[in-house]
C-alpha cells in the first residue's frame, strides 16, 4: 500500500489548483477544504471496504512517530517531522521505542 499512496500524494503535483506549499492534501472534488466529518467518514468507510479494524485518525501521528523511531530516526528529527514544540511530546508520540533510547 505505500507504493500506491506515495503515487497517489505525487499524483497532486499535477494538479492545477491547490498546489502551494500550505495547501490542503484532502479536498472535495471541486478542490475545496473537507471538514473534518466528511475526512473520518470518508476514512472509516475506506477502512470498512478493506476490512480493517478503526484506529482513530489521530493514531495514524503516532504510528508515523513510531515508525520513525524504530527506522532509528533521532528523537530531535522526529520532533521536527511532527512540528512538535517540545521534545516531551513527541516523546508521547513514540510506542516503538521509549523516548529515552532516542536521546
Known sequence: MVGKVARALGDLKDRSAHTAKDHLVFVSREGIHVDGSTLRRRYHSTLDAAGLRRPRFHD?????GSLLAAAGVDLVTIKSAMDHSALAITGRHLHA???SEQA
Open 97 to 99: 521505542r521509549p523516548a
Open 60 to 64: 495514524l501521528r503516532h504510528t508515523y
